[in-house]
């Protein structure tokens, strides 16, 4: 019998192995260890692998891939990589380019022309040699963007001796010239000259010129006036002085150009006498104007005066106002009213105070501006005393209302009550129910009674106490209609009940007729 195993996927995406019956197999597999049932089929949950990224390519989890260090490397150098291996998604190694490739030999530059890598070209020390001399070469050999040797010149040549050029004069091998320093120089200097040779087209020397003149005598320019050679003229310190000084000068005079001395005006005036600036009004040469120390003083105060003299711009003196008046007496500002100076004014320190509180005041007076006293307020009012809240109602200030110490007693036992006032927004007493209900003895003695009886009653008893419920909060509603929504409670609350007679089990019949009663004598309280 040979097994066939089958690997299906399943709806859930699980893989289904299957085994199936087929022909005749080996004897290797009929003694094989593994039995298989036939047609029987189990499911393998396969863990769910991660893949990787590598050079923006998915790398399945399990497989490899070759990385490089570096994308390219230099001529002469070898690519360096290793193998990287993706594990769930953990890629090994630290290479991070999947391509690596070694660049080509670079060529070299010489004397402009381009030179390949293996490549050699003769190259001479000197582009040119003199007459006599030899021309010295090398073979410069490129190899990878470095070129050998020294020698900068493709070709070399031997010079014939040359001849100069001087300030547009040729001159031959050998020859002369005189040449001058400059071209001119300035009176009572003389004109300095060499001989210059040419040597093999070197020209010694160093002066430029053909020939040098002499120049006349140059005149002298002053305050935009030509002064010639010689000639003198006055020159003042100022244009112009202050009223009392005197005007400086000096005379100059023309040398070959140079005029002697400093002065730079031809001319000098005494200025007038300047006049003052006081508060907008000019005070001439020598005249005053009364200042004041302030524009005002305070009411009472004398105004303190000074008498300022003008001379040549300068005020005497230091008071800077023109007139000055007496203030009269400022008034007051409280609370946005005003106060006259010498008039009084009710202030309080607060706006309001507690209930049974007093509103404090006392009389501020207005001297010149400035209010006596502390109080802010102009009015002060004494706050409505606070209402209390007992069991939801509302108990207003100085109003009472019964409290009791429980809700329910027993038949052989008193309701405990107590007057509760409120004052202020504080409750008397520590009682805290609205109401109580004294239990009939009777509905403690049941015990004999029949199961069935028993049941009813309290069921009956939890009837009539949400009806009595009812009861208290149809009161707190309106006053006029309170009394027919009781006595409607009540009423309604026994005629929806279809076994009354089962009020007379035991004695429940006396504790509905006690509950009956309390509902008449708050109908009459009422």
């Known amino acids: 019998m040979i097994l066939k195993l089958i690997i299906t996927t399943g709806l859930s995406g699980l893989l289904m192995l299957s085994c199936e019956q087929g022909g005749s197999a080996s004897s290797a597999a009929k003694t094989s260890d593994v039995n298989f049932a036939a047609n029987a089929a189990f499911a393998i949950n396969m863990p769910t692998t991660t893949d990787c990224t590598f050079d923006n390519s998915t790398l399945l989890s399990g497989s490899t891939v070759t990385a490089y260090q570096n994308s390219s490397v230099s001529f002469g150098s070898s690519c360096v990589s290793e193998t990287r291996s993706c594990d769930n998604g953990l890629l090994s190694g630290s290479y991070s380019f999947a391509s690596c490739s070694v660049a080509g030999p670079a060529s070299c530059l010489f004397n402009g022309s381009t030179l390949a890598h293996g490549s050699s070209v003769e190259a001479y020390n000197i582009s040119s040699v003199e007459l006599g001399g030899e021309c010295i070469s090398e073979m410069r050999t490129c190899d990878n963007g470095v070129l050998s040797g020294s020698n900068q010149y493709a070709s070399c040549s031997i010079n014939l001796p040359a001849s100069c050029l001087f300030n547009g004069q040729t001159l031959a091998n050998e020859q002369s010239v005189n040449a001058y320093l400059t071209s001119s120089v300035a009176y009572g200097e003389l004109c300095s000259v060499e001989t210059r040779y040419c040597i093999d087209g070197a020209l010694s020397g160093s002066n430029q010129y053909a020939s040098c003149a002499v120049n006349e005598p140059a005149g002298c320019l002053f305050n935009g006036q ?7 003229v006055t020159a003042y310190l100022n244009s112009s002085v202050s009223f009392g000084t005197q005007c400086s000068n000096e005379t100059r005079t023309c040398d070959n150009g140079v005029l002697s001395g400093s002065n730079q005006y031809a001319s000098c005036a005494i200025d007038q006498p300047s006049s003052c600036l006081f508060n907008g009004q000019t005070i001439t040469h020598g005249a005053s104007t009364t ?38 007496p400022a008034s007051c500002l409280f609370n946005g009213q005003t106060i006259a100076d010498g008039s009084s004014v009710q202030a309080f320190g607060n706006s309001n105070v507690s209930f049974g509180d007093f509103c404090i005041s006392q009389l501020r007076e207005c001297k010149n501006g400035v209010l006596s006293g502390f109080g802010e307020y102009a009015s002060c009012v004494v706050n409505q005393p606070a209402s209390c809240l007992f069991n939801g109602q509302t108990i207003t200030h100085g109003q009472t209302i019964i409290g009791y110490k429980s809700n329910i007693v027993n038949g052989n036992q008193k309701c405990e009550s107590e007057v509760k006032t409120c004052n202020n927004g504080d409750l008397s007493g520590t009682f805290t129910y609205p109401s109580c209900i004294v239990k009939n003895p009777a509905e403690d003695n049941d015990h004999g009674k029949d199961k069935y009886c028993k049941k009813e009653r309290v069921e009956k008893k939890n009837k009539c106490d949400k009806d009595d419920d009812q009861d208290n909060d149809d009161k707190n509603r309106d006053n006029k209609s309170s009394e027919v929504k009781q006595n409607n409670t009540w009423y309604l609350g026994l005629l929806k009940d279809k076994h009354r007679e089962h009020f007379n089990c035991g004695n429940h019949y006396g504790w509905y007729t006690e509950k009956k009663k309390r509902h008449n004598n708050n109908k009459k309280n009422k």
């Open 226 to 232: 030509s002064i010639a050679h010689g000639q003198n």
């Open 291 to 328: 200042a004041y120390l302030e524009s005002s003083t305070s009411s009472g105060e004398l105004c303190d005066a000074e008498e300022r003299f003008c001379n040549n711009g300068e005020l005497a003196g230091s008071h800077q106002y023109a007139s000055c008046v007496m203030d009269q």
